[in-house]
């Protein structure tokens, strides 16, 4: 079979949360660069199944996970995925994951070292900063994409592209919550998920506006971490988008998460 895949489709990583061999729950990461250093990007809520703001357990009967079995593009196959376990706490079940090392768990991303260098011989990691232009054009109101998985990892594991619009002003979330809000109804399975801004090429013919078969440039927004919560779920669906500073920042401090406040 011959298909051709939008490249990124390929950047998202169907995540299952388990404790030793007890699934918890789903999410969604994907990876991120550093000279030749991988990292998983996901939610603080994620690995912890805590709430990111208050600490509370995200699951009734107070579980928290251990494991994540992450479903990697591979080198082998076209089209092909395979699991791999990774360890998200060591021998003391200290985190093993990097947390923003001003603000902890207060920003709501976290970053995953993984043993693969860019070239690994088995996966094909597709990192999200070496494909995406840098942010320099989203303002309120824009169309954007969450790529994730809303109902679990379904076969054959490659992501629904959620649509939404940018419902507050980008360069105001450094001065007051550090995230920014986007319009779009969600699903647990999407927390983690990659968001991005596509650009087209366009063309008119007579009263007709045509895009170009393939974009002209798409660019990384930030990282999503589910809606705000509401009483009700009918509420207005706005979700929450931490930028790509917020990464930048976890990698260049290297600090381990140390959990404080629980």
């Known amino acids: 079979m011959t298909a051709e895949l939008d490249r990124f489709s390929l950047v998202t990583v169907p995540l299952s949360l388990h404790f030793d061999d007890t699934h918890l729950s789903d999410a969604t990461g994907f990876i991120w660069q550093e000279g030749r250093q991988n990292y998983l990007i996901t939610n603080w809520h994620v690995v912890t199944a805590r709430h990111s703001q208050t600490g509370k357990s995200l699951n009734t009967h107070g579980g928290r996970p251990n494991k994540i079995h992450a479903l990697f593009n591979t080198r082998i196959l076209q089209f092909l995925k395979q699991t791999h376990v990774i360890n998200i706490r060591d021998a003391d079940d200290k985190a093993l994951w990097l947390a923003h090392p001003a603000r902890g768990r207060a920003v709501d991303v976290v970053a995953i070292p993984l043993p693969y260098a860019d070239e690994d011989p088995i996966f094909d990691l597709h990192p999200i900063n070496k494909y995406a232009a840098v942010q320099h054009t989203a303002r309120i109101a824009m169309e ?68 170009a078969p393939t974009p002209l440039r798409t660019e990384f927004v930030g990282v999503y971490s589910g809606r705000r919560h509401t009483n009700d779920p009918n509420d207005a669906q706005l979700g929450m988008v931490w930028p790509r500073a917020c990464i930048e920042d976890i990698i260049a401090g290297n600090r381990r998460d140390e959990e404080q406040e629980w």
């Open 144 to 211: 954007v994409f969450v790529l994730g998985y809303p109902f679990g990892p379904e076969p054959p594991g490659y992501p629904v592209w959620k649509r939404g619009s940018m419902a507050s002003e980008p360069d105001l979330a450094r001065i007051g919550t550090g995230y920014y809000l986007v319009d779009t109804a969600s699903r647990p399975g999407m927390s983690g998920s990659p968001v991005i801004r596509r650009i087209w090429n366009q063309r008119v013919d007579g009263d007709r506006v045509i895009p």
